[in-house]
């Protein structure tokens, strides 16, 4: 299985709206990472977590919370987001997280906030 | 911060020519990789390069890792209408997980 699974493909929410982000793997990859990307734009780096610890958070808002709960599966819960958070939602994991180590990314999530 | 700076922005092309694009940095890397993404998908990897000089194959994609490590090449050879997409080079910067992309070549192959 060399795959990254993420749930939902799209999401609508509304300012005021909880919602979650679900991303899995099951290459027994340690490193974890999450992305966002806008349109006609390379992804982003938002936060990584190396064996289930946040090890970078590159200045997110708090408004996005991330969580891994166990070493395949990574959420990103998401709280009173603002229209301009629309965007492509990346995870992505890598045997390590190494220079070495190549990143694989999952599909997805297109999140529109109205 | 570090940037990669690929060209051209995008191309057009018909159906059975090479493409060459590039990716170029101020800074040196030890690592670039070749991605491509399609839209509404997430990037998939077509080749990593881990050695100045280097040159790697992928089918009709070929990668090469630029001598001074401050550029990188990729060429594909008899296009086809799926190698439509956006492209993106990328390479590890600072601490080891943090991942930084290219600006993109966004290929269009017309009949």
């Known amino acids: 299985d060399t795959e990254v699974t993420q749930t939902p493909k799209h999401l609508v929410m509304g300012m005021t709206n909880k919602k979650s982000l679900k991303c899995e793997q099951h290459m027994g990859h340690r490193a974890m990472y999450w992305y966002k990307q806008k349109a006609k734009k390379p992804p982003e780096l938002m936060f990584v977590?190396?064996?289930?610890?946040?090890?970078i958070n590159e200045s997110v808002p708090s408004r996005f919370s991330p969580e891994c709960p166990n070493s395949s599966l990574l959420n990103l819960h998401l709280h009173a987001l603002q229209p301009e958070d629309s965007a492509l939602y990346l995870c992505a994991s890598s045997p390590t997280s190494g220079k070495k180590d190549t990143q694989y990314f999952g599909p997805g999530t297109r999140l529109t906030v109205l | 911060g570090q940037q990669l700076n690929q060209s051209p922005q995008s191309m057009f092309i018909q159906e059975g020519e090479d493409v060459s694009m590039n990716c170029t940095s101020s800074s040196i890397f030890n690592t670039w990789l070749w991605y491509k993404q399609d839209p509404g998908e997430g990037p998939v990897l077509l080749i990593a390069?881990?050695?100045?000089?280097e040159l790697t194959s992928n089918g009709r994609l070929t990668a090469q890792f630029g001598i001074t490590r401050k550029d990188s090449f990729l060429n594909i050879s008899a296009s086809i209408p799926s190698d439509v997409g956006i492209y993106f080079c990328?390479?590890?910067?600072?601490?080891?997980?943090?991942?930084?992309f290219g600006t993109g070549t966004r290929l269009q192959v017309t009949l």
């Open positions: 990328a390479g590890p910067t600072g601490t080891a997980s943090k991942l930084t």
């Open positions: 977590y190396s064996y289930e610890k946040l090890s």
């Open positions: 390069l881990y050695k100045a000089g």
